[in-house]
């Protein structure tokens, strides 16, 4: 069974903690992206990776930080110097970083309390 | 970043009308795609443009890249009660931009 695997499906932390999100795809696909959903707006890219070892800020990169160490794992932590962590986490992959195509994982649900 | 705005935010529909939905940008896009979330869930694509003026077609949904592609609709025909969701629109330059997400709500 192919697909994108994020866990956990929900997540609680106190706050000033951090946090780190998994993200497993077996597509074989070579690009991965985090998004952050809140309630009534779009989707916001946070980071994305091209290719092993590499990744660039979205438009939303402040408080959080990513790895990319192997090709099907795209983990994000949640750092304590993001400001309103509290929303709905979506891990995305395409086939290469210029397809036109994502694919979305289920999403974690973060509540920092 | 882009803003995607999508209307209408909610619809609220008799099981068999048909759905109509769009999402406007202001800037250009190379690709429109559409998806469909279930609460709690991630997005599912339905149906990817690539070229200004295309039309496809995925079973009893439609949709359409606009002409100045700044533009793209959706259509759902013969709605049922499993079509009930949010629908959000996405377009790419570069990266993709996110449109706010239509909620549809099919009343049997």
């Known amino acids: 069974d192919g697909g994108i695997t994020q866990s956990p499906k929900y997540l609680f932390r106190k706050e000033g903690q951090n946090v780190t999100l998994s993200c497993e795809q077996n597509?074989?696909?070579?690009?991965m992206y985090w998004y952050r959903q809140d309630p009534g707006q779009g989707l916001r890219l946070i980071y994305y990776?091209?290719?092993?070892?590499?990744?660039q800020k979205g438009d939303i990169a402040e408080g959080y930080s990513v790895s990319r160490e192997k090709k099907e794992s795209f983990p994000l932590t949640v750092t304590s110097a993001q400001k309103n962590p509290t929303a709905f986490y979506l891990c995305?992959?395409?086939?290469?970083?210029?397809?036109?195509?994502?694919?979305f994982g289920p999403g974690t649900r973060l509540t920092v309390l | 970043g882009q803003q995607l705005n999508q209307s209408p935010q909610s619809m609220f529909i008799q099981e068999g009308e048909d759905v109509s939905m769009n999402c406007t940008s202001s800037s250009i896009f190379n690709t429109w795609l559409w998806y469909k979330q279930d609460p709690g869930e991630g997005p599912v694509l339905l149906i990817a443009?690539?070229?200004?003026?295309e039309l496809t077609s995925n079973g009893r949904l439609t949709a359409q890249f606009g002409i100045t592609r700044k533009d793209s609709f959706l259509n759902i025909s013969a709605s049922i009660p499993s079509d009930v969701g949010i629908y959000f629109c996405a377009g790419r330059l570069v990266q993709f931009y996110f449109g706010t997400g239509t909620s549809l709500t099919v009343i049997p």
């Open positions: 597509l074989n696909h070579d690009a």
């Open positions: 995305a992959s395409s086939i290469s970083p210029g397809t036109d195509t994502q694919y």
């Open positions: 443009l690539y070229k200004a003026g």
């Open positions: 990776s091209q290719i092993v070892n590499d990744f």
